[in-house]
């Protein structure tokens, strides 16, 4: 017996406990990183709890494409950068004309030269000699002077043109380049920001961020050198060939054979990199998630000293991600080494015909043979390094297949709908709600269950409606399809009897209010999260922070207050306080009808109350649908609705329901412990009595 340090420093069993303790944790920890291991490469494991899998959206496995590239991807691309048309006016034309021009500089420097040979060897040398080199011996010194200023003049002028349309394809190339990859950016944030509610549920925070860092990173940086050096290699090769085969069709034979070596490995090599590449793509969006969530998570990691098993499952997914980029980097390697040595026989075969045409053929000059045998050599490295570019596109072209995809995604109801078809500038002035057997999945997939199957019920005007249910039960969803959030399946919703389907998203929504249960605030000022259109003036906004009871804690503890900046997150807030501002706005807007999310779950009992409160005194007029957490705060509603499985089992007051021992409603209240159900008992009666004297009180006054 002793203090914890005395019993650590005198006693040998108690210190072998602490060690047994420390290995039994190491040991525990081990096996939940190689559990967590096996999770990340085989999936998500089967949660505990059926149901709430059952009715909850899974997060899907990442899409592997197969084969090569298709050549919509390719003209979606040249759409997105200039036109379809216009790019391949672009790449036909530049790049035809740009190498046209310099062969024909190669060609005219070559003649040059050749007449300078003659006109200073020729006649030493007794070569033979045709007419026009006849004519040449002949000229003047002025003559030959100002044919050679000709030839000079000529020669700079076409040097000139070259530079300029060099120029023009960089820049043209370039641009395209570019402005295809800033319209595909743009057009896939946007077709995030319209996706369902749902695409969100089933894809994780990396993989979307995945899309946004390295494939449009990809696309600005790599892709337009990648682009460029296969076009101008293409042309370059065309060219090329043209010009060997007019001067020595010979030397085509080699080149025949060479391309069809270099063309079969590179369909091996193509098959592997971009497969890799595609793998490399997906094996980098948990890298990014898990980055992401430990970022987020930090505080917890730290208090629980986690910072090992974090840092471990970290390096695991680094190491998937790092196989495919090894992997990638070898099967380069493997194509650069077999180009070789198809490219050192080619050499061989090159040089074996020219000196045999040389000594067999006097009828070539040595201009030709050596325009001839430069072109054949510059032929096999253009085909090797313009083969191996291609396959670089194509796999650098995943990261656009991979964008287009998210470009498009399925995209949520219009936000607006024409002038005709848009509701009352007032609407909704009631705020009755319809639901006529609406039924609803989270997902596309005929196969997965019903989140809300066949509810029928109407909510009048200005009541308090409760809504509980286990977990599952499809009481958020509920709320989702108020705000158009996922698509229904049947049936109908009407809000002061105007079907919800038939208006804009943003006449829909600016019109209904919403207490979340994970309150967000975005980056900014207090005042921008409060009043996000900016429709409210300053002292609108401090009444409803006094209502909320926020104004004195904004006064004095934010420095600047309305204009105060909020962290990200609104992390220098606690749970509490953005659920008050959550009502603060609420209560700017006015709206006739306010959605509780299970807003008093994360927070204590005190700003429970104060939220109940607000609730009641603001909104007496206003239709509020509360999610439950407690039953306390929900107990005094007009009407409690219980769902189980995505139906409506009961829809009543909660006196009748918790006098009705056999009713779902009663179990829950059981459930509570007998002390919590007879209070919550009490609370039924009294506030069904107080109803009971107000409809009282009205009738009389009606009557007189």
């Given at each position: 017996?002793?203090?914890?340090?005395?019993?650590?420093?005198?006693?040998?069993?108690?210190?072998?406990?602490?060690?047994?303790?420390?290995?039994?944790?190491?040991?525990?920890?081990?096996?939940?990183?190689?559990?967590?291991?096996?999770?990340?490469?085989?999936?998500?494991?089967?949660?505990?709890?059926?149901?709430?899998?059952?009715?909850?959206?899974?997060?899907?496995?990442?899409?592997?494409?197969?084969?090569?590239?298709?050549?919509?991807?390719?003209?979606?691309?040249?759409?997105?950068?200039?036109?379809?048309?216009?790019?391949?006016?672009?790449?036909?034309?530049?790049?035809?004309?740009?190498?046209?021009?310099?062969?024909?500089?190669?060609?005219?420097?070559?003649?040059?030269?050749?007449?300078?040979?003659?006109?200073?060897?020729?006649?030493?040398?007794?070569?033979?000699?045709?007419?026009?080199?006849?004519?040449?011996?002949?000229?003047?010194?002025?003559?030959?002077?100002?044919?050679?200023?000709?030839?000079?003049?000529?020669?700079?002028?076409?040097?000139?043109?070259?530079?300029?349309?060099?120029?023009?394809?960089?820049?043209?190339?370039?641009?395209?380049?570019?402005?295809?990859?800033?319209?595909?950016?743009?057009?896939?944030?946007?077709?995030?920001?319209?996706?369902?509610?749902?695409?969100?549920?089933?894809?994780?925070?990396?993989?979307?961020?995945?899309?946004?860092?390295?494939?449009?990173?990809?696309?600005?940086?790599?892709?337009?050198?990648?682009?460029?050096?296969?076009?101008?290699?293409?042309?370059?090769?065309?060219?090329?060939?043209?010009?060997?085969?007019?001067?020595?069709?010979?030397?085509?034979?080699?080149?025949?054979?060479?391309?069809?070596?270099?063309?079969?490995?590179?369909?091996?090599?193509?098959?592997?990199?971009?497969?890799?590449?595609?793998?490399?793509?997906?094996?980098?969006?948990?890298?990014?998630?898990?980055?992401?969530?430990?970022?987020?998570?930090?505080?917890?990691?730290?208090?629980?000293?986690?910072?090992?098993?974090?840092?471990?499952?970290?390096?695991?997914?680094?190491?998937?991600?790092?196989?495919?980029?090894?992997?990638?980097?070898?099967?380069?390697?493997?194509?650069?080494?077999?180009?070789?040595?198809?490219?050192?026989?080619?050499?061989?075969?090159?040089?074996?015909?020219?000196?045999?045409?040389?000594?067999?053929?006097?009828?070539?000059?040595?201009?030709?043979?050596?325009?001839?045998?430069?072109?054949?050599?510059?032929?096999?490295?253009?085909?090797?390094?313009?083969?191996?570019?291609?396959?670089?596109?194509?796999?650098?072209?995943?990261?656009?297949?991979?964008?287009?995809?998210?470009?498009?995604?399925?995209?949520?109801?219009?936000?607006?709908?024409?002038?005709?078809?848009?509701?009352?500038?007032?609407?909704?002035?009631?705020?009755?709600?319809?639901?006529?057997?609406?039924?609803?999945?989270?997902?596309?997939?005929?196969?997965?269950?019903?989140?809300?199957?066949?509810?029928?019920?109407?909510?009048?005007?200005?009541?308090?409606?409760?809504?509980?249910?286990?977990?599952?039960?499809?009481?958020?969803?509920?709320?989702?399809?108020?705000?158009?959030?996922?698509?229904?399946?049947?049936?109908?919703?009407?809000?002061?009897?105007?079907?919800?389907?038939?208006?804009?998203?943003?006449?829909?929504?600016?019109?209904i209010s919403i207490i979340p249960q994970n309150p967000f605030l975005f980056t900014g000022t207090m005042r921008s999260n409060l009043d996000q259109f900016d429709e409210f003036t300053d002292t609108e906004i401090w009444d409803a922070l006094e209502q909320v009871q926020l104004k004195k804690f904004v006064a004095e503890n934010l420095q600047g207050g309305l204009h105060s900046i909020m962290s990200e997150?609104?992390?220098?807030?606690?749970?509490?306080?953005?659920?008050?501002?959550?009502?603060?706005?609420?209560?700017?807007?006015?709206?006739?009808?306010?959605?509780?999310?299970?807003?008093?779950?994360?927070?204590?009992?005190?700003?429970?109350?104060?939220?109940?409160?607000?609730?009641?005194?603001?909104?007496?007029?206003?239709?509020?649908?509360?999610?439950?957490?407690?039953?306390?705060?929900?107990?005094?509603?007009?009407?409690?609705?219980?769902?189980?499985?995505?139906?409506?089992?009961?829809?009543?007051?909660?006196?009748?329901?918790?006098?009705?021992?056999?009713?779902?409603?009663?179990?829950?209240?059981?459930?509570?412990?007998?002390?919590?159900?007879?209070?919550?008992?009490?609370?039924?009666?009294?506030?069904?009595?107080?109803?009971?004297?107000?409809?009282?009180?009205?009738?009389?006054?009606?009557?007189?």
């Open positions: 017996m002793g203090t914890y340090n005395k019993l650590l420093a005198t006693s040998t069993s108690f210190n072998r406990l602490i060690d047994d303790i420390h290995q039994n944790q190491d040991e525990k920890q081990q096996e939940f990183i190689a559990r967590s291991r096996r999770q990340s490469v085989f999936g998500t494991l089967s949660s505990e709890n059926d149901e709430e899998e059952m009715l909850s959206p899974v997060e899907n496995d990442e899409l592997i494409k197969e084969g090569s590239v298709k050549w919509s991807v390719y003209t979606d691309y040249l759409r997105a950068g200039v036109g379809l048309f216009l790019g391949f006016l672009l790449a036909i034309g530049v790049f035809s004309a740009h190498q046209g021009v310099s062969i024909l500089s190669n060609w005219w420097l070559a003649k040059w030269s050749d007449e300078e040979t003659y006109r200073y060897y020729t006649f030493d040398n007794c070569t033979t000699m045709n007419a026009m080199n006849h004519e040449i011996l002949n000229m003047t010194d002025t003559q030959w002077n100002k044919y050679r200023n000709q030839r000079f003049i000529i020669y700079c002028a076409i040097l000139l043109v070259v530079a300029l349309l060099t120029l023009l394809r960089v820049v043209a190339t370039k641009f395209m380049c570019l402005n295809a990859g800033r319209v595909l950016h743009d057009k896939m944030l946007q077709r995030i920001i319209r996706c369902p509610i749902i695409f969100f549920d089933m894809n994780p925070l990396g993989r979307i961020f995945n899309r946004f860092t390295k494939d449009v990173m990809i696309m600005d940086d790599s892709l337009p050198s990648y682009f460029f050096d296969c076009l101008q290699g293409f042309f370059q090769i065309l060219g090329t060939v043209a010009l060997v085969g007019w001067l020595n069709p010979w030397s085509l034979i080699p080149t025949a054979i060479a391309a069809v070596c270099l063309l079969f490995v590179r369909y091996r090599f193509a098959q592997c990199s971009r497969d890799l590449k595609r793998l490399e793509g997906v094996t980098r969006s948990p890298v990014y998630s898990h980055l992401a969530s430990t970022t987020k998570g930090l505080k917890i990691i730290r208090s629980y000293h986690a910072e090992y098993l974090s840092s471990e499952i970290f390096f695991h997914h680094l190491d998937i991600n790092t196989r495919a980029n090894y992997l990638l980097i070898t099967v380069n390697r493997w194509s650069a080494f077999r180009f070789d040595w198809i490219a050192l026989g080619f050499i061989a075969l090159v040089t074996m015909l020219a000196v045999i045409l040389r000594m067999t053929r006097n009828s070539f000059s040595s201009a030709d043979i050596a325009l001839t045998l430069s072109y054949s050599l510059n032929l096999m490295s253009l085909l090797q390094w313009t083969i191996k570019q291609s396959v670089n596109l194509e796999t650098q072209m995943t990261a656009v297949e991979r964008v287009l995809e998210y470009c498009n995604l399925e995209q949520e109801p219009p936000v607006e709908v024409p002038v005709d078809q848009r509701p009352p500038s007032d609407w909704p002035t009631h705020g009755r709600i319809v639901f006529d057997d609406v039924s609803m999945r989270q997902t596309s997939d005929t196969m997965a269950p019903l989140i809300l199957s066949h509810l029928s019920f109407t909510i009048e005007a200005a009541e308090k409606i409760g809504i509980v249910g286990r977990t599952g039960a499809g009481k958020s969803s509920l709320i989702q399809t108020l705000f158009r959030m996922n698509t229904l399946l049947d049936g109908e919703i009407k809000i002061d009897d105007i079907n919800i389907a038939t208006i804009g998203l943003n006449d829909l929504r600016r019109q997150s609104g992390s220098n807030l606690s749970v509490g306080q953005k659920q008050l501002m959550c009502l603060a706005r609420a209560i700017l807007r006015k709206s006739k009808i306010l959605l509780v999310d299970e807003a008093t779950a994360n927070v204590d009992m005190a700003t429970d109350k104060l939220i109940q409160m607000a609730i009641r005194s603001n909104f007496k007029d206003c239709t509020v649908l509360t999610v439950a957490h407690r039953l306390r705060t929900i107990i005094d509603n007009d009407r409690i609705m219980v769902l189980q499985n995505g139906k409506l089992l009961e829809f009543d007051k909660p006196y009748h329901l918790i006098r009705n021992v056999y009713s779902h409603f009663t179990s829950l209240v059981e459930q509570t412990g007998s002390g919590e159900a007879e209070h919550l008992r009490k609370m039924a009666e009294n506030s069904f009595s107080d109803d009971i004297e107000t409809e009282t009180n009205d009738s009389d006054t009606t009557h007189l």
